[in-house]
């Protein structure tokens, strides 16, 4: 999955993370799918476990994957699912502040969406 050049002046960090990134953005890992965890990766590709944690922070800063404590690390999306996540999050504290409760708001966007909520 991942290949690392020795010759390369990419540091292995980097090389470890925008591979990874890129698969993510390719759809061949998607949302949900668990990464090798940290110490495993290293071993498989003869690296030092801070370098593998490194990738995994910059990756996890970017939104793309999310570490969930000692059940591993996951992947959380592309870049549009990591997006739709953050205007959703957006509208939900802002409905909020509006008074709205949550069936509320869900019921505005199932009727923004054209969707019938009745008989759920």
């Known amino acids: 999955m991942i290949v690392l050049d020795p010759r390369s002046v990419t540091p292995p960090y980097e090389q470890v993370r925008s591979q990874l990134a890129a698969l993510v953005e390719a759809g ?3 949302a949900g799918d668990r990464l090798p965890t940290v110490r495993r990766l290293a ?3 003869g690296l030092a476990v801070n370098t593998v944690a490194r ?12 570490t969930r404590g000692r ?25 909020r502040a ?3 409760s949550d069936r ?17």
Do not use: N, Q
Not at 104 to 109: D, G, H, M, N, Q
């Open 71 to 95: 059940a591993g690390s996951f992947v959380t999306g592309s870049g549009v699912e990591r997006a739709a996540r953050e205007a959703a999050l957006a509208y939900v504290e802002r409905a």
């Open 43 to 45: 071993k498989d590709l």
């Open 55 to 66: 990738a995994y922070r910059e990756l996890e800063a970017a939104g793309l994957i999310e």
């Open 98 to 100: 509006l008074g709205l």
């Open 104 to 120: 509320a708001a869900l019921e505005v966007v199932a009727g923004v969406l054209g969707i019938s909520r009745r008989g759920s």
């Open 28 to 30: 061949e890992l998607g």
